[in-house]
């Protein structure tokens, strides 16, 4: 990721390796005021992150990233024994920042109780938050719950202090990238995700 030659670079036994394009992309604090809450058109309810959801995340982002390209990049993705250790990297190491749970919620649809969505967020600075993992399931898609989500996460970081708020997403992956923006984020660089192409 830091790299300055980014997805130019060329490496050894390239034929070996899968080259993904993901974007880094940055929000200014202050336009979290200016984003609006939105009710689902779908009923959700909305609850803080508890760690006694993580196997239902697990599932839910298992289910949820099934032939999606991100599943192609990271395969923890693509079981819930997998998505179990991812959420387990995310909430007890510090990859991406420290995960903060005050920042972090769960969308859940109000009949069955099950899982809708999620957005995990992080400290990487005292000032600087990151949203480490969107998910909604399928049936919750283009509702509205992910935009929710990912304002209540951003509005909580803003109280904090955060004076920016990161987050990274794979270029092809138009949708997601389409919502960010219109949230007020933007691109500042991108940065490739080698993939170790196990078929050979």
């Known amino acids: 990721m830091m790299l300055r030659t980014g997805p130019a ?11 993904f394009v993901r974007n880094f992309m940055e ?4 336009t979290v005021g ?3 809450e939105k009710h689902p058109s779908q009923p959700v ?16 982002i298992a289910s949820a990233y099934q032939g999606h390209i991100d599943s192609e990049i990271n395969d923890q993705y693509r079981s819930p024994a997998g998505a179990r250790r991812f959420l387990m990297n995310i909430v007890q190491f510090p990859g991406c920042g420290s995960f903060f749970q005050p920042a972090s919620f769960v969308a859940i649809e109000p009949i069955s109780g099950r899982l809708a969505g999620i957005c995990l967020a992080s400290l ?5 938050g990151h949203v480490t993992q969107v998910c909604v399931s399928k049936a919750a898609r283009g509702t509205g719950a992910g935009y929710e989500l990912i304002r209540r996460s951003l509005e909580s970081l803003a109280r904090h202090g955060c004076r920016k708020v990161t987050l990274t997403v794979t270029a092809s992956n138009a949708e997601a990238i389409g919502l960010y923006e219109r949230m007020g984020f933007r691109k500042t660089r991108n940065f490739a995700a080698f993939v170790w192409d196990t078929g050979f």
């Open 124 to 128: 990487v600075q005292a000032d600087v």
């Open 9 to 19: 670079i060329a490496l050894p036994q390239s034929k070996y390796v899968r080259m």
């Open 34 to 36: 200016r984003l609006s």
């Open 45 to 60: 309810l909305f609850d803080s992150w508890s760690e006694r959801r993580q196997d239902e995340a697990a599932a839910l």
């Open 27 to 30: 929000l200014d604090g202050e």
